[in-house]
């Protein structure tokens, strides 16, 4: 933070060791002083020897003639000094020539002219002539250094004081005397003299200041709170005692350290207290980019003095334009059809009854102050309208004037190539650039070489006319009349010449304000004007001229941007301007990067106004052409701006309107990215010296920046009648509570009487000025700097902060007075008896209540968005468990579940569908079993009769199922087996060989072959019923659950979306309320005054608001679908599980099945005898199970009979003897004859 503050807001001046030397020395020669003689133009009158003089300080040339008082000439109102005789009036008087003795010649080398004016228009040519020629020319040459000092225009008050004090001392009458009424005029205002020299008289000194105090004042109220406190440490008492030290001039004040009245005064008016830092006057800008990222000084018809129908053209026009700083000229050239500018080209108006000058003139004057003023380059605006003879005298003339100066060629470092960036100011040190429309590459390579051949071109008998600057004036007729599109002035011809010749003659000698022309005859000429585009039919000369300053007709941004020539440049009327600004704003702004665009007034302008040059710095647009004769609002802001870094007329464009990979809107209400948006306030305390009448005053402050910065037209203070003098305003502070871009804003100051007449205006760049108590020196309606009126105001500065958000900022700033607080408090809590181990640390949550409370009512900002979370675990019976609570619905399971919830196969198969459906699968099962079990019963009765009729002999007890083979046992059984004997019927050990023959023995084989065969098939027939029904129930079963599945689907998204137009409704609700409530309290607040200032504060409101709302509204719009996303994924997630299960349930049926069918062996019965107990006694039964898996099967199956399972194991038996009730013995035989053991093929059971 600190280093972006930084990086955006430079320290103050006061801050920096740089001292302000606006003082240049004096050449000796000019303060000793010397004799001349005077030609008075106005008066025509000579003034012979006459002492002439410049001050120390290099304020005043003043001059004394014997016997007269003195005259002063300020020099900031001084544009030039040039060797020889101006004169306004070319003719000289009869009586000139007979005053000095020599030639013309002679006297022409003795002369030096000192052109002085209060513009750029009205303009005194003082001559004064030496004795010699070798003494005119180092006047001439000391007087111009001098003038370079453009830091004398920024000097502070306390200086202006000096100056005056100056002045006064050198405002002499005629016996050398200085004249009351000089002083008295100062501070007259109205007053009569001799109450002024009474109140001089009672003047009387006030309190002092100690140096704490002083402290105080500099930390508080004159530092920049932006500044960085360790790069940039505020004022202790060191600088404080070198305050002192250099504005106290009582020393024993100064041993007391302190400041007395005089020494703060001396110090609020001096370089220390400027309202701009110094650093900004000079060139201090990065000179080395492209020529397209600065912004260019520039001038729209330069030639012209007033008006654009009926004005007078002037070469002075382009001296005093270029020596103010300007870098970018217009030449309108036309032929020259007669007098002195007959076949020779002249630049004028063409069409519109304006007077011409020559060419040649014109580029002779640019030759000798071009670089007078900036070294940087000069670019001239051709538009052409001559023949080809004359273009060739045009390139001639600018080849052989300017010689080195001229750029004919491009740098080779920076060819004329596409993707090739333009090169930078400094590259293109002194030199003059022509912008002029230019033949195709190959064209004029094959006219220049026939031209360099022959000495001569074919000239062409048709003419074209094509726009200059490709779009100037869309729609105007180009099929004319053909004989006149080339003549500058075809009003010439015909009834109408005698009048407009005359016309000219008396605008030769007007001045600018006076018309010429009636109201009448300017309407009628108006209503016939139509723009003459330039020729396109250009001489190759002077197309090989253009380089980097290449017009093209604009077609479109697109186009542009594929060409990529940065050479190529568009010129843009102001109306065309605006509408691309409206259009395709950030195009414009991308455009502006890579290439130049020039903005010129409209046509209709014809009293050459101006319109606000703003808007199209907004958008980067380097040339933004004014009318510099008319000093209005645009004109002061121009002037106002180029004035800063060293007046060298090229400014470096803020970042964002430079770099490609930055997006910038000059429409944003928003602050940008990387600029740190500022708050500003002025309070107008009061104004010294605004005029020597006793008159109203008040002061104006305006801002212009990005729309959303300007404000104009509002802030005012009261008017303080009859005091011109000190007029005490101290008005509420005017607040720009949040300037977006600090960088492109300027403050403008101006001051008007009570006829609504300017006084004096200033204009300050946002990003130069400095907060604290100022004094702030005004300047003329053409930015000529005031000596004596001043205004004194309050400037604060801040970062902007948002309402809400101060405690944040101030914390994060301050972050030691943060937990110095927090130490304090613990001191406190200490000093009560609490104990520092029994506090907890706990996360401070101040931040979010002040988030929480700048949103009001809205929803919480630092709040997570909720989604919906589902554990990853399957559908199935093992991995989850029901939730125990009842879920409702219709016959096909509508559940009624949050969105938040999600359904689980339990709860599913809880659903009245499902559960009818099971029970009717579960009776259509139980019954197939109970028939299944019957036909086996059945056949079991059968075969047992059987075979006791085979063995009626014997009488057996019990009948088991003894299976002579078997599949291996279960993986998770135990696989210890306990072995025995095996127990085979046919065995020699079998007690059924007693007392059977082999032939029945046979018959007893046979027997239990058949029904080891029939009782196989019959198990396997049943096996197979039961599979398929096991199979169909399977399916229907989970199709019934994916069913219910996707309804409970279906009615989460419904309400998902119910919720969302829920909340919704009650956010917009809210919402309402509180744009409703915030304006109000707006309306309703005494604190705001106007209601400028209160609409802008409910607009500010309303759109913090709206971006509040909007983002408001996004956050639950997201959080809704980030829900819905997570619903979505978890219910495909959900179905996907779903089908898994119910293709493992189908798949463990078929394993159960084929397991089944494996393990499916030939089956017989077996008469085992039981083993009986002690003679006498009733025989006690008990089973013997050789396999572990046997008993443990038994168990299962016998789990609901009450029995008694006494264990008797030994080395070869497991044996398990039944303890019975008389009344379970049924059950119990039934059991064991039901009970199919399933052994390995080595084991058996009894």
Request: some cysteine.
């Amino acid at each position: 933070l600190h280093h972006r503050l930084h990086h955006h807001y430079p320290p103050q001046r006061m801050n920096k060791d740089l001292e302000f030397k606006w003082q240049v020395s004096v050449p000796d020669h000019l303060r000793h002083g010397l004799y001349f003689d005077r030609w008075d133009e106005e008066t025509n009158t000579f003034e012979l020897r006459c002492f002439v003089q410049v001050d120390e300080y290099g304020f005043f040339l003043y001059w004394m003639a014997e016997g007269k008082e003195a005259q002063i000439l300020d020099l900031t109102q001084v544009s030039d000094v040039r060797s020889g005789c101006w004169l306004k009036d070319t003719k000289a008087p009869p009586d000139f020539e007979l005053r000095f003795t020599g030639s013309r010649e002679s006297l022409e080398s003795r002369a030096v002219t000192v052109v002085s004016g209060v513009d750029f228009v009205n303009l005194n040519f003082t001559c004064f002539i030496a004795e010699d020629a070798a003494i005119a020319q180092e006047w001439k040459i000391a007087m111009m250094k001098v003038l370079k000092n453009f830091r004398v225009a920024h000097v502070c008050p306390m200086t202006c004081l000096l100056k005056h004090w100056k002045m006064l001392s050198l405002s002499l009458n005629s016996n050398r005397k200085i004249p009351i009424k000089n002083i008295v005029r100062t501070f007259i205002s109205g007053r009569t003299e001799k109450f002024i020299i009474q109140c001089l008289v009672d003047s009387r000194l006030c309190e002092g200041k100690c140096w704490k105090r002083r402290i105080y004042h500099c930390c508080s109220k004159q530092r920049d709170p932006r500044l960085n406190e360790i790069l940039y440490p505020e004022c202790d008492k060191s600088k404080t005692m070198i305050i002192i030290r250099k504005y106290e001039q009582v020393e024993e004040h100064v041993n007391q350290e302190r400041l007395y009245y005089d020494g703060f005064l001396r110090f609020m008016m001096s370089e220390d207290n400027a309202p701009m830092l110094y650093d900004r006057i000079e060139l201090n800008q990065d000179m080395d980019q492209p020529l397209s990222d600065y912004l260019i000084n520039s001038s729209h018809n330069t030639y012209l003095t007033g008006r654009q129908f009926g004005g007078r053209s002037s070469v002075e026009m382009y001296r005093q334009v270029l020596l103010s700083g300007c870098r970018c000229i217009e030449l309108d050239c036309w032929d020259g059809t007669s007098g002195v500018g007959k076949d020779e080209p002249i630049i004028t108006h063409g069409k519109a009854m304006c007077t011409d000058i020559l060419f040649k003139d014109v580029i002779a004057a640019i030759k000798e102050t071009a670089f007078v003023t900036s070294v940087y380059p000069v670019i001239l605006s051709f538009e052409n309208h001559c023949s080809k003879k004359n273009q060739l005298k045009m390139a001639a003339y600018c080849m052989k004037i300017f010689g080195d100066m001229l750029l004919s060629s491009p740098l080779s470092s920076h060819p004329l190539e596409p993707g090739v960036p333009l090169p930078s100011p400094n590259q293109l040190k002194g030199k003059i650039l022509i912008k002029s429309k230019r033949l195709n590459p190959d064209v004029e390579k094959q006219e220049l070489e026939q031209f360099l051949k022959k000495g001569q071109l074919e000239e062409d008998v048709e003419e074209f006319s094509e726009n200059p600057e490709v779009d100037e004036t869309p729609g105007t007729d180009s099929t004319s009349d053909v004989l006149n599109e080339n003549e500058a002035h075809p009003e010439l011809k015909g009834t109408e010449s005698v009048t407009f010749r005359s016309k000219l003659r008396s605008l030769a000698g007007a001045k600018i304000k006076e018309m010429a022309l009636s109201k009448e005859e300017e309407e009628r000429l108006l209503a016939q004007y139509h723009y003459i585009s330039a020729t396109t039919n250009i001489h190759p000369l002077l197309s090989s001229l253009v380089n980097y300053t290449h017009p093209v007709k604009f077609a479109g941004f697109n186009v542009a941007e594929q060409n990529n020539c940065h050479f190529h440049m568009s010129s843009f009327s102001e109306s065309t301007g605006l509408g691309y600004l409206k259009t395709s704003a950030i195009e414009l702004v991308n455009y502006n990067k890579r290439q130049i665009s020039r903005i010129y007034p409209k046509g209709g302008r014809v009293d050459s106004s101006n319109y606000l040059p703003q808007i199209f710095w907004n958008a980067g647009c380097q040339m933004v052409s004014l009318n510099f004769q008319t000093p209005d609002l645009a004109m002061q802001l121009n002037q106002g701006k180029f004035e800063y870094n060293g007046t060298c007329g090229y400014l470096l464009k803020p970042d964002f309107l430079r770099r490609a990979d930055r997006m910038f809107d000059p429409f944003s209400e928003s602050p940008v990215d990387g600029v740190v948006a500022a708050y500003c306030s002025v309070r107008v305390i009061s104004g010294q010296f605004l005029s020597e009448k006793k008159i109203g005053t008040y002061v104006e402050v305006e801002m212009y920046g990005l729309p959303t910065d300007t404000i104009r037209k509002e802030f005012k203070t009261k008017m303080v009648p009859s005091n011109g003098l000190n007029p005490v305003y101290n008005e509420e502070p005017f607040v720009f509570r949040k300037i977006v871009l600090p960088e492109l804003a300027v403050l403008r100051f101006a001051v008007y009487d009570e006829n609504s007449k300017l006084l004096g205006q200033r204009i300050l760049p946002l990003d130069g000025l400095q907060p604290g108590y100022r004094h702030i020196s005004l300047r003329s309606e053409i930015n000529f700097p005031l000596t004596l009126p001043t205004l004194f105001c309050h400037i604060v500065l801040k970062t902007y902060i948002p309402e809400g958000l101060g405690d944040i900022v101030e914390a994060l700033s301050d972050p030691k007075g943060y937990l110095s607080m927090i130490e304090k408090r613990q001191q406190q809590m200490e000093h009560m008896g609490i104990r520092r181990e029994d506090i907890d640390e706990v996360p401070s949550d101040r931040k979010l209540i002040t988030i929480k409370n700048s949103a009001g009512d809205s929803v919480d900002s630092t709040s997570e968005v909720r989604t919906a979370t589902c554990p990853a675990t399957p559908i199935s019976s093992s991995s989850t468990q029901t939730s125990g609570k009842a879920i409702k619905g219709t016959e096909m399971g509508l559940l009624q579940l949050k969105l938040d919830e999600h359904v689980t196969y339990e709860e599913l198969k809880l659903e009245k569908a499902y559960v009818k459906l099971t029970k009717k699968h579960l009776k259509e099962y139980e019954y197939v079993k109970r028939r299944h079990a019957k036909e086996r019963l059945g056949m079991q009765r059968q075969q047992t009769l059987a075979f006791e009729k085979i063995t009626a002999k014997k009488q057996p007890l019990a009948f088991v199922r003894n299976q002579s083979k078997s599949l291996p046992q279960n993986r998770s059984e135990h696989r210890s087996v306990y072995q025995s004997k095996s127990l085979d019927v046919t065995g020699p050990n079998n007690r059924l060989h007693d007392g059977v023959g082999p032939s029945r023995m046979m018959h007893i084989r046979h027997t239990i072959a058949e029904q080891t065969r029939d009782w196989s098939e019959l198990t396997k027939r049943q096996l197979e019923a039961e599979h398929r029904m096991r199979k169909t129930q399977i399916e229907e079963e989970w199709t019934l659950l994916k069913k219910l599945l996707v309804q409970v689907h279906q009615q989460q998204r419904t309400a998902a979306k119910q919720q969302l137009e829920a909340e919704s409704k009650l956010l917009r609700q809210k919402q309402t309320k509180k744009s409703m409530d915030d304006s109000k309290a707006i309306q309703l607040g005494k604190t705001v005054k106007t209601k400028a200032e209160r609409d802008r504060r409910v607009k500010e409101v309303q759109e913090k608001n709206c971006k509040i709302f909007l983002e408001e509204r996004r956050r639950l719009a997201v959080k809704h679908q980030r829900q819905e996303e997570l619903l979505a994924k978890f219910q495909a997630e959900q179905m996907e599980r779903l089908d898994k299960e119910a293709r493992h349930a189908s798949d463990l049926e078929d394993q159960m099945y084929m397991e089944a069918l494996l393990a499916s062996k030939p089956e017989t019965l077996t008469c085992l005898y039981h083993s009986c107990g002690r003679s006498g006694h009733e025989p006690t039964p008990f089973l013997l199970f050789t396999s572990c898996s046997c008993f443990t099967k038994f168990l299962v199956i016998t789990k609901k009979l009450r029995f008694t399972f006494p264990l008797n194991t030994g080395t070869s038996k497991f044996r398990m003897r039944i303890t019975y009730e008389k009344t379970e013995l049924k059950i119990l035989k039934k059991m064991v004859v039901l009970f199919v053991f399933k052994l390995n093929k080595d084991t058996s059971v009894i």
